[in-house]
């Protein structure tokens, strides 16, 4: 299922399928008939619409959030966001099946999976609302790279993607929703409300797996996840932090704030 996904290129048709899987694996966990977890390779890249055109993030276009057009661009690299984020999940409950881990890993993942889809198609009603569409303006490449680096390291992944990556939409996304209620844009205000309180839920599920197999190895967390980060993740983090939605889940400081010097 989860490579199924990955192969769909198209980004509704992709959220469908998404959407329809999970509900398959969370009726069968409702009525106790787990479906069995499986093997099976994901692509090294998921396949991606032919639109948009993936640039080099120096040359997408800066967006000015005071104008409809400027908004729309604000909505698109969300839109981009949350199709890699479907993406990223899929391929974390796909890509490490050397390596034993409770039913409830891939509950957390499918179901954030699942708001992953739900989010892009909220996004891209509210671009569609602007006269735009997912695939009408340039969106970053390079996207996908935390995934290849980490491919063959679930620690690595678990750190650099939904602890580092997804916490930082928590820091970014109450400045949006304040653009798009200055605009009057409620729908899209309601939007990134949804995604703001589902996503503390994602960095909490990287927190709790990265934290269960550090104490199953006998590792200490917190040095680990700094050394990992430092690793995978080429750039020193930005404050400000939203510390208490990062508390919330299950980030603490000394997680964060020793990351925003150069290693
Ligand atoms: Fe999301
Ligand atoms: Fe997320």
Redesign the pocket.
């Known amino acids: 299922m989860a490579v199924e996904v990955l192969r769909t290129a198209d980004g509704r048709e992709k959220t469908a399928i998404s959407r329809k899987h999970a509900a398959t694996w969370f009726s069968a966990r409702k009525s106790g008939a787990q479906l069995p977890i499986g093997n099976c390779t994901p692509p090294d890249r998921p396949a991606r619409p032919a639109q948009p055109e993936l640039l080099d993030p120096r040359d997408v276009p800066r967006r000015r959030p005071g104008t409809p057009q400027g908004r729309a661009a604000i909505l698109h690299a969300i839109a981009h966001i949350?199709l890699n984020?479907v993406d990223?999940?899929w391929d974390l409950v796909a890509r490490f099946p050397e390596i034993d881990m409770p039913v409830g890993f891939f509950d957390d993942w499918v179901k954030?999976a699942d708001?992953?889809s739900k989010?892009f198609n909220l996004i891209c009603d509210c671009l569609e609302q602007l006269n735009s569409h997912y695939g009408a303006m340039a969106a970053h490449a390079g996207m996908w790279r935390a995934a290849e680096d980490t491919a063959h390291d679930i620690l690595g992944r678990l750190a650099v993607v939904?602890m580092v990556l997804?916490a930082r939409?928590l820091d970014v996304t109450p400045g949006m929703i304040q653009i798009f209620k200055q605009a009057r844009e409620d729908k899209t205000v309601d939007a990134l409300e949804v995604?703001y309180a589902?996503?503390v839920?994602?960095?909490a599920y990287g927190s709790k797996w990265f934290n269960f197999l550090c104490g199953r190895q006998g590792l200490d967390p917190q040095p680990v996840f700094l050394d990992l980060v430092r690793r995978y993740f080429h750039s020193p983090l930005k404050p400000p932090f939203n510390e208490e939605k990062r508390a919330q889940a299950g980030l603490p400081p000394d997680f964060y704030w020793p990351l925003t010097e150069p290693a």
Request: glycine share 12%; hydrophobic share 30%.
């Open positions: 949350e984020a990223l999940h954030a708001e992953e989010h939904p997804e939409g995604i589902e996503e839920g994602h960095v």
